[in-house]
């Protein structure tokens, strides 16, 4: 049986390159996933049954591996698609993934409500779940679904909290700390993660201070082409003298 002791109070790495992007491929991936855990990285967040059997193959049987799919099907491409069906979570749970990420706000899903895929990737899988959510009331369904720990992963990409990003006050690219609060202030049964724009290590410190779980950390590590956006960003404000 899994044990998410060995992740608790420490920091995962989301190690994740979409088509299109320069870093797009399994095995520089994996490469990736190496360099993450050599760093103190706990675990690795990955996506992709490809990736994911790479990252398996590169960091060995000890390091945890929190695996997904993003598939985007016919009406749903702007709406669920982190590991929309029990296909793809049979997928990823076959490529090696310890604990199995799924959509889980209450949007309609493809094969039904969130609260139903909970209940078949566990039964069928045998994998703990990790739920994406992005509100109070989306975490307490996954949790009555059967989810075995829940993640603020979507807090500001669905409708309901999509406030969050376009707002145009500097908080709009900040991590949703209010959600966290609110979770851990119910003292929920299950492990909670933060994550979701979690760009500086005082933000991952700040998430552990409210009484996370753990912290997942994404594109601030391992998407060169968003840090250097950053520095770049900075460094014409200084120009511009802002």
Not at 47 to 57: M, V
Not at 170 to 186: G, T, V, Y
Request: aromatic share 4%; glycine share 8%; net charge negative.
């Amino acid at each position: 049986m899994f044990s998410f002791t060995p992740l608790q109070n420490r920091l995962i790495v989301s190690c994740q390159a979409q088509p299109g992007e320069p870093l797009h491929s399994s095995f520089i991936m994996g490469r990736m996933a190496v360099a993450a855990v050599q760093g103190g990285a706990a675990g690795i967040r990955c996506e992709s049954p490809g990736d994911i059997a790479a990252i398996r193959e590169a960091v060995g049987v000890n390091v945890p591996l929190i695996g997904l799919w993003k598939v985007v099907l016919p009406g749903y491409a702007n709406t669920v698609y982190i590991t929309p069906r029990l296909r793809d979570a049979q997928a990823v749970a076959d490529a090696g993934a310890d604990i199995i990420a799924l959509d889980a706000t209450l949007r309609a899903h493809p094969e039904g409500a969130a609260s139903d895929v909970i209940r078949a990737v566990r039964e069928s899988t045998g994998k703990p779940v990790m739920a994406d959510i992005d509100t109070v009331e989306a975490a307490l369904a996954a949790i009555e679904a059967g989810a075995d720990c829940v993640s603020t992963t979507l807090s500001g990409y669905t409708e309901e909290t999509k406030f969050l990003r376009t707002d145009a006050s500097p908080k709009s690219d900040a991590p949703d700390f209010a959600l966290l609060e609110r979770l851990i202030a119910l003292s929920l049964p299950v492990p909670v993660f933060a994550e979701g724009r979690i760009h500086t290590p005082e933000q991952a410190r700040q998430a552990l201070d409210l009484g996370a779980f753990a912290v997942v950390v994404g594109g601030a590590i391992t998407r060169p082409q968003q840090i250097t956006a950053r520095f770049v960003n900075a460094v014409q404000q200084a120009v511009r003298g802002q």
